[in-house]
């Protein structure tokens, strides 16, 4: 394109000069997200969601981009290595959708130090080891989505004080069938009802 038609790109959105949005989803992507990708300052929203042909690992790189609030890889199953932890310095981010990719690895107990994370969508993964107990840090949590991974472990009670959870969803995992920790810290932290779709064990709901 022309230097100057930036504003006019379908999937782009341009504001004082400075890319403020990538609405790349659905586009028919293909190959490895370059590095690249995380050198704009200014960007608030990366969607790149729907795009099967997407491959390799998520650059640590993303880790840059501090002014993003919205983040979306999920439906790309040719994604896979870890979540990067980089992704616990974006500081300004309120949604993390990546389910139904097939990301693996441990999840990054850094994504506790996101202040203004309100959704964290990890589901459908091949995320492994235990739930890191730093998710409850986020003061601003409402939906924690974990479910069909092979997560073990214990189910920590500290993801629970984040005060405004309205959504914990665990299961389709391969967790010890203890959800007192949790279901006392909900309880006890605010008198509305909870949903918790939690299972302690593999195809076990409740």
């Known amino acids: 394109s022309d230097p100057g038609t930036e504003c006019w ?6 504001r004082g000069g400075h890319v403020e949005a990538l609405l790349l989803n659905g586009n028919n992507l293909t190959g490895s997200l370059p590095p690249e990708i995380g050198y704009f300052p200014q960007l608030e929203v990366l969607q790149l ?14 880790g840059n981009l501090g002014s993003l609030e919205h983040l979306s890889v999920s439906g790309n199953d040719g994604l896979t290595g870890s979540l990067p932890s980089s992704l616990g310095q974006l500081g300004n981010l309120i949604r ?5 990719t097939s990301l693996s690895g441990p999840i990054p107990p850094e994504l506790g130090n996101l202040p203004k994370l309100r959704s964290l969508w990890l589901n459908y993964n091949q995320f492994s080891g235990t739930i890191p107990p730093e998710l ?18 214990e189910i920590p009670g500290e993801i629970g004080q984040s005060v405004g959870i309205e959504v914990i969803r665990l299961n389709y995992n391969m967790l010890i069938e ?8 909900v309880y ?14 593999a195809n076990h709901d409740i």
């Open 9 to 14: 790109w379908r999937c782009v959105s341009v």
């Open 49 to 62: 969601d729907g795009n099967p042909g997407l491959t390799g690992p998520l650059p640590s790189t993303l």
């Open 96 to 100: 993390l959708y990546a389910h139904s």
């Open 136 to 153: 409850g840090n986020i003061p601003t949590l409402t939906t924690l989505c974990l479910d069909g991974n092979h997560l073990t472990g």
């Open 178 to 185: 203890s959800l007192e920790p949790l279901i006392k810290e």
């Open 188 to 201: 006890e932290l605010r008198q509305r009802e909870v949903q918790l779709a939690i299972a302690a064990m």
